[in-house]
């Protein structure tokens, strides 16, 4: 998507989180819109166009999910696979900050690239996603793992709700970008929707088919994605899939806006916004723990022949030198 447009009051829109609830459906949801934020991100590594989108994508559904965190924690989405992305990892810390990288098979983007096999499900491949819960302890991790077959990452996230969590849910992501009068921009969006009825017999999946009926008698089918046959859950996610990609890019549509277009009819009830910002948690600290981490032998191999160790952060490009006596000396503090 491109569009030439004022700048003024849009970023008053942008980098935010918008709850919401439908009572008369019994749905729940968020709508996210990243601007300025994500465009820093993406502008940072200069990604080739399909591989910023797809990362785009990625970064929007974590927002999306972990903006729902009830506690100081980290939500992290990552994935690992045999397609020209060969990862990409998006770290959400609550309650307002992530940070998100990708890494690329060069050899298979360039492949990908003389065949026209850009869709987010072939530059994925096969492999694994994995969404991981944090709240600072072992004890209090979790992670749940969805199989990736070449779909992209909104029936990725179908999926992990269907195993993991249980619960109805759709979701809508779209990547792209918008000319100013600063230039071209990246933005992205997402919209997610959760089935949460008051009675627990409403989320109960359709019978299995009862097998060869009578002659002249006809089954009716549940086409169901999630096997719920419920009148609410069914037109909810009628309506999230007439959601359209600018509709969820589009600078001066508030996500309020669109939720009115949605569910006017039923009176949607939007909640206090989430800012969101682009932040990543390296810092010379961390970064020279993680050098002590390291076996003295694997030190040494580190040192430049000006006697420092640098090392470079793979999220936001950051690049921290140490002297080498500087790391062994904290070492023989310990």
């Not at 200069?46 to 970064?59: D, F, K, T």
């Not at 100013?180 to 990246?186: F, P, V």
């Not at 949605?262 to 800012?275: I, K, M, Q």
């Amino acid at each position: 998507m491109a569009a030439d447009i004022a700048s003024a009051g849009v970023a008053a829109l942008d980098d935010r989180v918008v709850p919401f609830t439908v009572p008369d459906l019994d749905i729940r949801g968020r709508v996210v819109r990243l601007g300025s934020s994500i465009d820093t991100i993406l502008g940072r590594h200069n990604y080739p166009e399909p591989v910023a989108r797809v990362l785009g994508e990625a970064a929007a559904l974590t927002v999306l999910l972990g903006t729902a965190l009830k506690f100081e924690g980290r939500f992290q989405l990552q994935t690992k696979s045999d397609g020209p992305i060969s990862m990409m990892v998006v770290d959400f810390n609550a309650p307002d900050t992530y940070r998100a990288v990708a890494h690329i098979d060069q050899a298979k983007f360039d492949d990908a690239m003389a065949s026209g096999a850009l869709s987010t499900g072939e530059l994925l491949g096969e492999g694994h996603l994995a969404m991981t819960v944090d709240q600072g302890s072992q004890a209090s991790r979790y992670q749940g793992v969805v199989a990736l077959t070449r779909q992209g990452l909104e029936e990725a996230a179908h999926q992990y709700f269907r195993q993991s969590e249980q619960i109805p849910s759709r979701i809508r992501l779209s990547v792209g970008s918008i000319v100013t009068g600063e230039g071209r921009q990246w933005r992205a969006g997402g919209l997610l929707v959760q089935f949460m009825p008051h009675s627990i017999d409403r989320l109960r999946a359709a019978d299995l088919h009862p097998g060869d009926a009578p002659q002249g008698h006809e089954i009716m089918a549940n086409t169901d994605p999630d096997g719920i046959s419920d009148d609410a859950w069914a037109e909810a996610r009628s309506l999230v899939e007439t959601v359209e990609d600018h509709e969820l890019l589009d600078p001066l549509l508030e996500s309020e806006r669109l939720l009115y277009r949605l569910f006017h009819e039923r009176g949607a009830r939007v909640f206090e916004p989430v800012l969101v910002q682009e932040a990543c948690r390296c810092s010379r600290e961390r970064v020279l723990g993680m050098l002590r981490g390291f076996s003295s032998e694997d030190r040494k191999a580190m040192v430049a022949d000006d006697g420092t160790l640098g090392v470079t952060c793979e999220f936001c490009s950051r690049r921290y030198v140490f002297e080498a006596s500087e790391v062994e000396d904290g070492l023989a503090a310990e």
